[in-house]
């Protein structure tokens, strides 16, 4: 498995120009083993449609809910280690909660 950073989620499901050919490559690669949405990148994405920097057709809980039914995506919650190490870490942002989810021993790579 690998997690996908929330930029490269959003890329992807949206067929975007940004996303690039080797970033294409890997999740084709790894969709049958299993593409990682942290349930911080939910929270994101509906923040920066909440913010306008990001537009959707749809509402964000449809989109969400399209983007979440992709082939191979399974969505990664918290499990209670990373809720209590994630007090312990100094400085702690939301993208180190994101890596955080990452380090789980079931997770091969991380795509960011």
Not at 61 to 67: D, F, M, Q
Not at 87 to 101: E, I
Request: one cysteine or more; aromatic letters at 10%.
């Amino acid at each position: 498995m690998i997690v996908l950073d929330t930029h490269i989620w959003v890329w992807w499901v949206d067929d975007n120009a940004r996303l690039t050919k080797k970033h294409r490559e890997w999740i084709e690669e790894y969709q049958s083993q299993g593409l990682g949405v942290s349930i911080v990148s939910c929270w994101e994405v509906a923040k920066l449609v909440e913010k306008n920097r990001l537009v959707f057709s749809c509402s964000t809980r449809e989109w969400l809910e399209e983007a979440l039914a992709y082939p191979g995506v399974q969505l990664l919650d918290f499990t209670l280690p990373i809720v209590v190490d994630s007090t312990q870490l100094s400085r702690f942002t939301v993208t180190r909660l994101t890596k955080l989810l990452s380090l789980q021993p079931e997770f091969m790579a991380v795509l960011c």
